[in-house]
């Protein structure tokens, strides 16, 4: 069981330099005894393989990860090309999170149609894997084609492991065969231990589960918690999220904010390990200060607790 963080946490307005702030902060999520640092992406903002592969070059021993890149609309070839390089760069420490993303959102950013998803994760998944095992790739499916005459691998860094940000039941049976494991965000520890373990457990492989979990340590709750609800009110009307905040038996997605001292805030991370979570990503840290940040790092680092 272990603790890592997701970055952006939410502090960065002001840098001077995005990519330098984000390199500090995981040398500062390092010292507080973290043990990952998880980068998401966005259509316009830093490309999450590229930092991950720089923060775990310039911070030897933790490990790095993207939560999530989407796979629309980008090729699974040049996607397994990237990984592969952050792989390699960071000594096999980089873990490549992926995600359908959400139709309402990416098909108008892209201009181009939304493939139909579980089939689009299934044939993004079986690229995926073979270019990772080294394989020829040959593959036309009906959402992915791919056809590389030869192994074409990046020496030091083939054999990336895949996690998926998946909570359907379609995503999580395409998920427990091809992928290594799941990345959930919003799906609380009833959701979790209910829907989401019972479907990775069939697999017959350990499978990893790592709970994505907005979390913050403050003497301020109310305040925390009312800036959390405004800034994560969109999450309950994206159909995937409604569904398992649903499947959790909660309204709005503040709900499962972890807001409070640190015996709250700890107690409220346990029961995610409990619920069956091999790992928790703390999420929004920085939401409202970089003090209120390093807080809940140095309070709920394994160093810490």
């Known amino acids: 069981m272990t603790i890592g963080v997701a970055l952006p946490a939410g502090d960065t307005g002001s840098a001077a330099n995005l990519v330098d702030e984000l390199l500090g902060q995981t040398r500062q999520a390092a010292a507080a005894g973290l043990k990952s640092v998880w980068f998401s992406q966005l259509p316009l903002s830093q490309d999450a393989v590229t930092v991950a592969a720089l923060a775990g070059r310039e911070v030897p021993g933790i490990e790095v990860g993207t939560s ?30 992926i995600g359908l993303g959400a139709k309402s959102f990416l098909g108008p950013v892209y201009g181009t149609e939304y493939p139909p998803p579980v089939r689009h994760l299934r044939e993004y998944l079986t690229v995926l894997r073979q270019v990772f ?9 009906e959402t992915v084609e791919a056809h590389v005459p030869g192994p074409s691998t990046v020496a030091g860094g083939n054999d990336v492991p895949v996690l998926v940000a998946a909570m359907g039941p379609q995503a999580l049976a395409v998920t427990a065969e091809l992928a290594d494991g799941t990345l959930p965000y919003l799906a ?10 019972p479907v990775l457990a069939k697999a017959g492989t350990p499978k990893r589960i790592v709970a994505a979990v907005p979390a913050v340590v403050t003497d301020d709750p109310d305040a925390v918690r009312a800036l959390a609800a405004e800034q994560m009110a969109f999450y309950g009307q994206i159909p995937s999220y409604r569904r398992i905040l649903d499947a959790e038996g909660v309204d709005h997605p503040v709900e ?15 029961r995610y390990f409990d619920a069956g979570a091999t790992d928790v990503v703390l999420s929004q840290t920085g939401i409202r200060s970089a003090e209120e940040r390093l807080r809940t790092w140095e309070a709920l680092s394994p160093a810490g607790s």
Do not use: M, N
């Open 256 to 270: 499962l904010a972890l807001i409070g001292d640190e015996k709250t805030v700890a107690q409220g991370i346990q």
């Open 133 to 141: 095992a080294g394989e020829a790739v040959d593959f036309a499916g």
């Open 68 to 97: 999530v890149v989407p796979t629309y609309p980008r090729h699974p070839l040049l996607v397994a090309s990237a990984a592969q390089t952050a792989a390699a760069a960071t000594g096999g420490r980089f873990t490549l999170g």
């Open 188 to 197: 609380g520890p009833k959701a979790l231990s209910e829907r989401i373990v």
